[in-house]
């Protein structure tokens, strides 16, 4: 098929095993818009990094950095909700609150403490990615209308990788509806 080399480019260095989700994401409707009884438990989207999206002219230099913005404010409010939750906890001593207010700056050092001091708390904590949202449909439409062989590229990479946190968030899902569902039993 001429032009499927963008595609293919993106596949370069996956699994064997990895091929068909690759194939399947390529050939997802991200655009498709559910009537809300039949809502997924787990949103379908193809998000794209706002700086991948900037470069391909999706957004304006404003809207990234508004975009950049929210998302280390709320990554800041999750930091402070799990320290809120630290300080409400028993066990938790002022030493590793005050470790945990110095390491605000660095999202990654602050989770890692978080998860060292208590894993059921420090597990609350991601960092936010800033995100832009694809509803251009498929990768595959995308490669059939001809776009820039970059960004078809681009778009195949991320629909894969959203595709298998998607799979990996749906199977999370499905096994809370089918084991938590009626809380612990002790």
């Not at 963008?6 to 390529?26: K, Y």
């Not at 990615?129 to 970059?150: E, M, Y």
């Amino acid at each position: 098929m001429p032009g499927i080399e963008p595609v293919v480019m993106a596949a370069v260095g996956l699994d064997p095993q990895e091929i068909s989700g690759f194939i399947e994401a390529v050939l997802i409707d991200w655009s498709h818009e559910f009537e809300a009884e039949d809502e997924p438990p787990v949103g379908i989207a193809l998000d794209l990094p706002v700086g991948k999206a900037y470069e391909f002219g999706f957004l304006s230099a404003e809207e990234q950095h508004t975009t950049m913005a929210e998302a280390r404010a709320h990554t800041k409010r999750t930091m402070d909700a799990v320290i809120e939750a630290f300080r409400q906890d028993d066990e938790s001593d002022e030493d590793r609150l005050e470790a945990l207010r110095k390491a605000r700056g660095n999202a990654r050092e602050f989770g890692s403490l978080a998860r060292q001091f208590d894993k059921r708390i420090g597990g609350k904590f991601a960092v936010t990615r800033a995100t832009w949202r694809w509803t251009g449909g498929s990768v595959a439409d995308t490669l059939f209308t001809g776009h820039r062989p970059d960004l078809v590229q681009c778009l195949a990479t991320w629909a894969h990788r959203n595709a298998a946190l998607i799979l990996e968030y749906s199977m999370l899902n499905a096994w809370e509806r089918a084991f938590d569902r009626y809380g612990r039993r002790m």
